[in-house]
């Protein structure tokens, strides 16, 4: 599981009280995180996803963004599928999406 994924369900968990669920979940995954390995993903993602739409005007709606530009660049790395509802990823070569 990305660490930026494990920090949106945190925040979504804590708000609803459910924070002991999301630890046994959390016990049976293996965190990723970024490294140096992750940038030129990054850099890949983030230009395929640019050319595809505009920057949000909201500061919550731009740090969404940036979180799944780090989410989506992981899973290339570790060439995992991305579960995921929006249509920003489908520039994204090489990016096997899951959509629910």
Request: proline content about 4%; overall charge negative.
């Amino acid at each position: 599981m990305p660490l930026f994924v494990l920090a949106e369900l945190r925040l979504g968990f804590s708000r609803a009280n459910l924070n002991d669920l999301l630890d046994e979940l959390v016990t049976v995954s293996i965190i990723i995180a970024p490294d140096a390995g992750t940038i030129d993903h990054y850099v890949t993602t983030r230009n395929a996803m640019l050319r595809s739409r505009t920057i949000p005007a909201r500061r919550e709606a731009r740090e969404g963004l940036s979180h799944d530009i780090w989410i989506a660049a992981l899973c290339l790395q570790h060439n995992l599928p991305l579960l995921t509802n929006d249509r920003d990823f489908d520039d994204v070569d090489g990016l096997r999406v899951i959509r629910w």
